[in-house]
């Protein structure tokens, strides 16, 4: 179990770091996009705030899985994150959903093994 951890948590960090270096340093082109996506994708641009905010979480969250350090704390942080990306992929953007699919899995998956620490967050005092 513990091997699997490192590689699902080293593959979710590779990505995170890849998509945020990715776009801060804009190293791909933008992909062509149409439709309700497209319309989706214009207005969380013209926040301008919103997707710098999310590239950032990525980034600070790939690097704590790549590290193994702040791992409970990462994945609380990246956890709303993945839950947009599986939604926006499974409603707009269905060729994309396998990947969504296995960051979002992935993410529950290191929930479930880290559970231990997130115990005392489910406790009515």
């Not at 590290?67 to 409970?72: A, I, N, Q």
């Amino acid at each position: 179990m513990k091997i699997a951890i490192i590689i699902i948590r080293t593959l979710i960090g590779l990505l995170f770091i890849f998509t945020s270096v990715s776009y801060f340093f804009n190293l791909m082109p933008e992909p062509v996009t149409t439709g309700n996506f497209k319309a989706f994708q214009i207005g969380i641009v013209a926040s301008t705030y919103l997707i710098p905010l999310a590239k950032s979480v990525e980034l600070l969250c790939g690097l704590s899985f790549l590290s193994g350090r702040y791992v409970t704390l990462a994945n609380i942080a990246i956890f709303p994150v993945t839950i947009n990306i599986l939604l926006i992929n499974f409603f707009l953007t269905p060729e994309n959903l396998p990947l969504a699919l296995f960051v979002f899995l992935g993410n529950i998956f290191l929930i479930f093994t880290h559970w231990d620490n997130y115990k005392s967050l489910f406790v009515a005092k």
